[in-house]
């Protein structure tokens, strides 16, 4: 393995035990995990998140506690994996996804916000639901996975309190986030199957190429919301 493209062997320049070591380390228990326990982590944080900050709505405008998501986000990408890094080993085709998941993001944020401005998160979330049942049935192919499917919809349907209330306004900006969650899934689950040379990745080289291909997008986000 070279550092930088230079010719500089990472093994003798880090001694052991090094970062670069306990960074692998990571990388391959992260790697290990279930995919499921990705999935209850990022469920937890996805609404967590929005409960807390619709607090600051008497503090800060919707579209900006928006963009303080949004903006937070791509900073902890920054940081931690450096994304820019990836732009120049990209094609064309791949930077065009990027780009799209970029401003999807943005517009997605932007509208779950416009929409739990006027209506319960309860109810906005449940529409935001809507597009993953209808991704989920399209993908469905064994009697596994629409038990799996239907089990989801009653948990969600037993958890949220869904009241339809008179802003007309606020379901518009809910079924378009609904539209742009969808996308976001789709966009989502093409970079993470695919390397950064366009080929199919694999293993937790392929999934760490994925968070880099995020990370790139949520700059991009950062740029379109501001």
């Not at 199957?193 to 991009?220: F, V």
Request: glycine share 10%; hydrophobic share 55%; aromatic share 8%.
């Amino acid at each position: 393995t070279t550092a930088d493209g230079a010719g500089v062997d990472v093994a003798a320049v880090l001694p052991s035990g090094g970062l670069e070591s306990r960074t692998s380390r990571y990388g391959r228990r992260i790697a290990a995990m279930p995919p499921a326990s990705f999935f209850v982590v990022s469920a937890v944080f996805h609404y967590l998140g929005p409960a807390f900050a619709v607090l600051l709505f008497v503090h800060v405008s919707v579209l900006g506690v928006a963009w303080l998501r949004i903006a937070s986000a791509a900073v902890v990408f920054a940081i931690w994996r450096r994304p820019w890094r990836l732009i120049a080993r990209l094609d064309g085709r791949q930077r065009w996804i990027l780009l799209a998941l970029g401003a999807t993001l943005a517009a997605m944020n932007s509208l779950f916000y416009l929409a739990v401005d006027r209506l319960p998160l309860s109810t906005v979330g449940a529409i935001e639901f809507l597009g993953i049942v209808i991704l989920a049935a399209i993908g469905t192919r064994t009697r596994r996975n629409l038990l799996a499917l239907l089990l989801s919809i009653a948990g969600v349907a037993a958890l949220t309190d869904i009241r339809i209330v008179n802003e007309p306004l606020g379901f518009v900006f809910a079924f378009a986030n609904c539209v742009g969650f969808m996308l976001y899934v789709v966009l989502g689950h093409k970079i993470a199957n695919t390397g950064t040379d366009g080929k199919p990745s694999g293993g937790a080289g392929g999934a760490m190429s994925g968070i880099d291909q995020l990370g790139t997008a949520m700059l991009i986000a950062a740029v379109v919301a501001t």
